[in-house]
């Protein structure tokens, strides 16, 4: 008889270090590691082909480094999640001994993991979860009766308190196995990855070092450059810890080291930056703490009763980056070249569908999954509900965007606007955040809407839908 293996099974931890399952796999046995592509499922989650590539190109690169501490990675072509049953079926006769993942919070992931588990048991394979995507887990934060916060400040509060006491733990990359001969079943194997655009480096040893430059170098001026597009001014880290390739207790490790001094001060840029990891684990307690939303509903219920537009024109504007609002525009095409943008433009353009267009937000939300190369699905909600103000923010509705004095204020040379928006490369700083009539002239759109008007509109939308 064979030694018994372990399993570790790869979905939102796509890394060697501070890997849980791995981590724990390779103490106890004889490790092999397992990916599932499965575009179908990935398809109905609208996940960005930029991702899906990311994803693979990353799994691509991970066989190598699982290979260098002994642990054969096999990687799978699936369909949809209803597939992994099968996979582990025919990995049974291998002489499984126990299967290690990290927990994933949305729905089908969870309908995924009980039918995998409902298998497993009936053949004495033990089940190995791990629930470390945040900094602290889900209902390990919570207030004095035991609940959710549902605002953000006072979670923060709890949170640092939580992180004083007891501080984040990472764990250390395995020390190599002995080398493994494997008869795998037959499966198809993963489709190679394609071209990925951009500066995206995939080995695990690049992106911890992006994160340690940040920390090094940036993130002292994080709080004063954070919200200029057209400045390097924030970590670029969030694509990596879409897909687990960072973890977050990573980073919080390694601003601990590199800004020991400032991380105290509450208005230092290490504070600031910190502050934004907790929004990221806020956004995932709470989806855990409401599973409606993962269903897209409203976290304020009164407004599933706003009569949203429908017209699709003005979507479609949008998308293409054709409002006729440069800010808007440079954000959308942004996103549409490169499958990023910048944390102040999202909240820009969040703004500008629901309170300028009145468009539903979910068309936004889903529109931006589909495009985002770091598309995640608690801090893409969380994102749009703030923006339209149906979520869990302090904040009331009749706070909203103006386009232009935005743009003036986080663009103001017009810089960004100019790189995404070559119609207007010629016209000066003064002009180019509110371009018209000239712009005609370039081929730049006119104004799809009135702000003014919209504004008014919006504040009525919101009233109506409260009385
Ligand atoms: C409408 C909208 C949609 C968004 N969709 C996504 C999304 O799909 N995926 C995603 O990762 N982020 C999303 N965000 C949050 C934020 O815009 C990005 O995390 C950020 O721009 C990533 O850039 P960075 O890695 O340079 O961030 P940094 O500024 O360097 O921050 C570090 C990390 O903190 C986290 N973070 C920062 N801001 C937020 C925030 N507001 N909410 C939650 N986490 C945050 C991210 O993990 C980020 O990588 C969205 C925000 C809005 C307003």
């Known amino acids: 008889m064979t030694t018994a293996l372990q399993v570790v099974w790869l ?9 849980a399952s791995l981590h724990h796999a390779m103490q106890q046995g004889p490790t092999i590691a397992l990916f599932i592509a499965s575009p179908l499922s990935w398809q109905q989650h609208d996940m960005a082909m930029l991702k899906q590539n990311l994803l693979r190109r990353r799994i691509e690169q991970m066989q190598q480094e699982l290979a260098s501490i002994g642990v054969p990675l096999l990687a799978i072509e699936g369909s949809d999640y209803s597939m992994a049953v099968d996979v582990f079926a025919k990995l049974l006769p291998l002489n499984i001994a126990a299967v290690h993942c990290e927990v994933e919070y949305e729905l089908r992931e969870q309908q995924r993991d009980a039918s995998v588990q409902q298998l497993l048991v009936r053949h004495q394979v033990a089940w190995c979860s791990y629930d470390r995507l945040c900094g602290f887990a889900p209902g390990s934060i919570t207030t004095a009766d035991g609940g959710m916060y549902k605002v953000f400040t006072p979670f923060k509060r709890n949170w640092l308190q ?3 006491q007891t501080g984040v733990t990472v764990l250390p990359k395995p020390k190599p196995q002995p080398a493994m001969e494997i008869e795998w079943p037959e499966l198809p194997a993963m489709q190679p990855a394609s071209e990925l655009p951009g500066d995206w480096p995939v080995a695990e040893v690049a992106v911890l070092e992006r994160m340690r430059d940040f920390c090094q170098q940036k993130v002292q001026q994080y709080k004063t450059q954070r919200d200029f597009p057209a400045i390097d001014g924030t970590s670029m880290i969030s694509p990596y810890l879409a897909i687990g390739l960072l973890s977050v207790r990573q980073c919080i490790k390694r601003l601990e080291l590199e800004a020991a001094n400032t991380l105290q001060q509450a208005d230092s840029g290490a504070a600031t930056w910190l502050s934004e990891l907790i929004w990221r684990d806020f956004y995932k307690h709470v989806l855990v703490a409401w599973p409606n939303l993962i269903k897209h509903q409203a976290f304020q219920s009164y407004t599933s009763a706003i009569r949203w537009s429908k017209d699709e024109a003005l979507f479609t504007a949008w998308c293409e980056g054709r409002t006729g609002y440069p800010l808007v525009d440079a954000a959308m095409r942004q996103l549409n070249q490169t499958g ?12 500008f569908l629901v309170k300028d267009l009145h468009l539903d937000w979910r068309w936004g939300e889903r529109y931006f999954m589909s495009r985002l190369i770091d598309g995640d ?9 703030w923006a339209a103000s149906t979520g869990t923010d302090a904040v009331p509705y009749f706070r909203i965007f103006n386009p232009v004095t935005q743009s003036k204020r986080f663009d103001p040379d017009g810089d960004f606007i100019r790189k995404f928006v070559p119609e207007l490369a010629d016209v000066s700083a003064k002009r180019i955040h509110w371009p018209h009539p000239v712009a005609a002239d370039c081929g730049y759109p006119a104004p799809i809407v009135d702000h003014a008007t919209a504004r008014q509109r919006t504040l009525e939308l919101y009233q109506d839908a409260k009385s």
């Open 340 to 351: 990023w943008m910048h944390n102040r433009l999202r909240m820009v353009v969040a703004s």
């Open 377 to 385: 699905f608690a801090a893409n909600n969380g994102g749009w509900q």
């Open 162 to 164: 939580r992180y004083h």
């Open 11 to 19: 979905r939102s931890d796509l890394r060697c270090y501070d890997n």
